[in-house]
């Protein structure tokens, strides 16, 4: 199971609360013991971006593709995570996408989901045109 926190990681980030982690969990090798958590990556909320929480896709690769909702110009991200070549490495982090909430561009993206023909999609909260000072949104096309 994988997934992202909004806090945690780097505790010299985002006032002392950390700028979030992906992760992974994995089940007992036997019956009634603890699942283990891994930390596959640790946000340091600048162009990689900072407070996780969208849910995560995986390619054919094994590659992880989510969002973050701040980092970046404050904005938020659309990333890749790229397992280790030689197992047990760190996992290397691409940012497809850094929103700027400026000139049409949106910000604060709430997800991903795969398109047809391999593209990802996804909405922001904000960002855009009209809508006073935060915008109304946009929707936003990302190739891997």
């Not at 985002?14 to 009634?32: I, N, R």
């Not at 929480?53 to 690769?61: K, Q």
């Not at 996408?97 to 023909?117: C, I, M, Q, R, S």
Request: aromatic share 14%; net charge negative.
């Amino acid at each position: 199971m994988y997934g992202t926190t909004a806090f945690g990681g780097d505790l010299n980030c985002a006032g002392g609360f950390g700028c979030g982690v992906v992760y992974e969990l994995s089940p007992p090798t036997q019956k009634g013991r603890d699942w283990t958590y891994t930390t596959l990556y640790a946000f340091t909320g600048g162009n990689d971006g900072a407070i996780g929480g969208s849910a995560l896709l995986f390619d054919s690769e094994g590659n992880l593709y989510g969002t973050t909702t701040e980092g970046y110009t404050f904005a938020g991200t659309a990333f890749r995570l790229s397992p280790p070549a030689n197992g047990g490495g760190p996992w290397t982090e691409t940012t497809l996408h850094g929103f700027t909430g400026k000139n049409g561009d949106g910000a604060v993206p709430t997800g991903l989901t795969w398109g047809k023909w391999g593209d990802l999609y996804g909405v922001t909260g904000e960002g855009g045109t009209g809508c006073q000072r935060l915008g109304c949104g946009t929707t936003f096309e990302v190739r891997p």
